[in-house]
């Protein structure tokens, strides 16, 4: 059998692999792939289903002019997608397929990103997005050939991982930040939910809460309540969490062992799962000691940091003008931070935020 190894593709799989960690994630190994395949650019989308704006873009040395105006004008009518899944596709063989307005209409965008010389292949993920790679030579180069393809097509099966891997790494991420706040602030029970209600990550507090089955409890992996309302919240919020740019809370009733106050936003996700409707649930039993904390209210509320000390030492009783003096900040600073945090929480005034805070046991 013959061992030998390509050390070009043996590199391109180390740029691949190595450069999802970085600061500047695919860049390296797009412009590697670009020079592997002889081709002008390579171009990596990410995006869910429906969206007029992909997550992600990235096509290391192009034109910035050209990559603002795809995102503007032509992605969201973009014909060249919805290809056979994993396997490499000329636009020449695509256009075949292609009825004649249709190609009249994307002329400009062919004009413009220098001809018809692209390679792409799409994959698409259970997670409910896809990633789209673009091979494309300028039109003064020669067209690739059954080899390019071929070539591009062995990569395809690491591509997959490699977009798998990423995916993964930046929900943990996402994730990381919000328990880590969670658990910050003292006897906050938190549930990260998918789109499907099902229950990705729990802190110990939400496991004993579910494992009590007051209220709420697990029903295989996903969440049930007891009651109809709480049940209907989740069900709308989950089916458009992008609408809810604010916490909503509510109550969970429990008969013996207290009700729990709930409080429910939209997670805040990279840009890879632009879609996915991922939801942050925080419980919390009202009454119980916690100390408030500046990072827990940022998460909870979406508020910034300096937002968020505000709103933590207006709860300790003191006058605006009393936290804005403890703070360092002038009064006018204060007072416009605080009308910020009022649009952010609902509150109207101040003893209604801090009614607020404690309610939701942040």
């Given at each position: 059998m013959d061992q030998r190894v390509d050390p070009q593709f043996s590199e391109l799989l180390v740029r691949l692999y190595g450069d999802l960690t970085g600061e500047r994630p695919w860049e390296a190994f797009l412009k590697a792939l670009a020079t592997w395949l002889d081709s002008t650019f390579s171009t990596l989308i990410i995006t869910a289903p429906g969206t007029h704006i992909p997550g992600t873009y990235v096509t290391p040395g192009a034109d910035p002019v050209f990559q603002a105006r795809y995102l503007e004008s032509f992605f969201a009518v973009d014909p060249f997608k919805d290809l056979p899944d994993g396997k490499v596709t000329s636009f020449t063989e695509f256009i075949s397929q292609m009825a004649m307005e249709e190609y009249a209409a994307y002329r400009d965008y062919l004009d413009v990103a220098g001809g018809e010389q692209v390679l792409a292949v799409d994959m698409r993920f259970a997670?409910?997005?896809?990633?789209?790679?673009?091979?494309?030579?300028?039109?003064?180069?020669?067209?690739?050939?059954?080899?390019?393809r071929n070539a591009l097509q062995a990569l395809v099966p690491h591509l997959r991982i490699a977009v798998g891997l990423f995916e993964k790494l930046q929900l943990a991420g996402a994730e990381h930040g919000v328990f880590e706040s969670a658990t910050e602030g003292l006897g906050l029970a938190l549930l990260v939910l998918d789109r499907n209600n099902r229950i990705v990550s729990s802190n110990a507090l939400a496991e004993r809460f579910l494992d009590e089955g007051e209220g709420v409890r697990?029903?295989?992996?996903?969440?049930?309540?007891?009651?109809?309302?709480?049940?209907k919240i989740i069900a709308d919020l989950l089916a458009s969490p992008q609408a809810q740019a604010k916490v909503t809370r509510f109550r969970i009733e429990r008969a013996d062992r207290g009700d729990l106050i709930a409080?429910?936003?939209?997670?805040?996700?990279?840009a890879i799962h632009s879609g996915t409707g991922a939801l942050a649930l925080f419980l919390a039993l009202p009454g119980e000691e916690t100390q408030l904390q500046p990072q827990t209210v940022r998460e909870l509320f979406g508020l910034t940091m300096a937002e968020a000390r505000l709103a933590v030492t207006l709860t300790q009783g003191l006058s605006l003008v009393e936290a804005a003096q403890k703070l360092g900040i002038t009064h006018n600073t204060a007072?416009?931070?605080?009308?910020a945090i009022f649009a952010k929480t609902g509150a109207r005034r101040q003893s209604q935020l801090v009614s607020i805070l404690a309610s939701t046991g942040a």
């Open positions: 997670s409910q997005f896809e990633a789209r790679f673009r091979v494309s030579r300028d039109k003064s180069l020669p067209d690739f050939t059954a080899s390019d697990r029903a295989g992996d996903t969440l049930a309540f007891d009651n109809a309302e709480p049940r409080s429910a936003r939209a997670m805040n996700l990279p007072k416009t931070q605080l009308r």
